[in-house]
């Protein structure tokens, strides 16, 4: 036994990783009806006759979910089905009122493409399908636990859904968080959902396996659910690898289960099924008739794609002279890199505007819990600001703390500048003024500085700003200070 | 193409399609597919390979709506055509998670 332990432990495994990754469509009506698509209404106030199954009713396509799906399809380089068509996946559970739920089983409308990470790797994609998403289960808690029962809220019942399926191109949980993050990239540039992970618009399982490091071999493979952050996924990956990795170095097999993720103890444990084998019995949904994209469509969506995060990186890299690292964080988001645009557009100052963006702004932004959508900053304001800066009107001091009211309060930085006296004191009669009282007020400093003490003399340029409130041109007030101690 | 019955796991399905049958009621049932088996098992002999699959027999495509809310239900009338509900909730027998 400790032999075969110990030629186990000699082993080394790599992780094999796939991805599904769930989305919500940011259409106005649901899939099948005009119930609204709304996240946080009231229970039950967003359903009709076909969203709740009722007998005699009749579901009818989306047209704009289609298009949204399509398009993402065309950004990620898949091919679009010529014929597609929907299909009734069947199973009993209470969170579909009609005991099945539309998908699509054998003809998706999006097959192949790849996300491609900012390393360049890219991850195949299996295909792309187009859903309906299900009801919300409310389980346990006070009296209802009591009478054993289950509430349902149908309002995201019907809503529709995208599915991307990876194929198992990942080989660490740092890389599916990038695929996470370039996927949501572009999702939120094409603006098919609002990709808010925690209000489960989109939402991710992983399948991961291990095999002997440089081997093809086919793992068994564990499926992991309810992971709902990026950083879920990463964790909940690295555990799931740490454990199949004890398992197999034990000697042991790793059987084929569907794992829970338990955010707060960090860890996955095995998820008691409903039914263990899976027979959906899908079949074609009588009620719906097939969907031909012809190609005159596709091109027309294809035609209305946006520059694509990737692309935009690239350009920002080769028309800015940004380094990688802003570059790369100014693209994650469109309305960020569209603001960044705006305000160079104005000023002129690619790298000033990166970095108060991704400085200043940012902390503004995230002290106020605030977003870049939801400031009233425009980026003229930014733009004039650096201007300010650049010609000497606010010092650099004195510009971060009008930043900060220029992202709380949307205010043109001129006004606030003037309203709250902070144009910068470049005036020489002012700066001798200012320079002979620090020197009155310091003479131990002067003295120092005067034995030869280099340190002192910061001091009394600090001692300078303090008392113009960070307004006096320090350039200045250095010329100053140096004439009058000689 | 053999022509010997289809076997088919009644309990099985049953069980996917919630229904509890009985022995008699199985049997009656297995007689009956197996019957329906036959008449399919027809149509396995034809040339079927210049002939498009087909999911839909309606001479239709692209039935679709443009992305319009209407109204829904009131809630209480909603709720109404279930058999159990519970404050805005409808209410059903509880499950396992
Ligand atoms: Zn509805």
Redesign the pocket.
Known sequence: MTRVLGAAQAVAYEPVIGLEVHVELATE??M????RNRFGAEPNT???????GLPGSLPVVNRRAVELVCKTGLALGCSIAHVSKFDRKNYFYPDMPKNYQISQYDMPLATGGAVTLPSGKRIRLTRIHLEEDTGKNIHGGGAMAAASATLVD?NR??VPLMEIVSQPDLTSPDEAGEYLAALKAVLSYLGVSDVKMHEGSLRCDANVSLRPVGTQDVGTKIEIKNMNSFRSVVRALQYEIQRQTDVLRAGERVVQETRTWDEERGLTYATRSKEQAHDYRYFPDPDLVPLHLDDEIVAAWRAELPELPLAKRDRFLAAYGLSRYEADLLTGERTTAEFFEAVVAHCGEPKAAANWLLGDVRRALDKHGLTLDATRMRPEHLATLICQVRDGVVSGRAAKEVCEILVRDGRHPAEVVAERNLAQVSDRVAIEALVGEVIAANPESVAAYRTGKAKAFEFLVGQAMKASRGRANVELVRTALRARLG | MSNKPIDMDIAHVAKLARLALTDDEAAQFAAQFAHLFTYIRQLQELDVDTIPATAQVIPLRNVMRDDIVTP??ERDAALGNAPDWEGPYFRTPRILE
Request: positive net charge.
């Open positions: 009506s649901k099948f009806c005009g119930c967003l359903v009709c006759p076909v969203c709740l149908y019942a019907g | 829904s239900l």
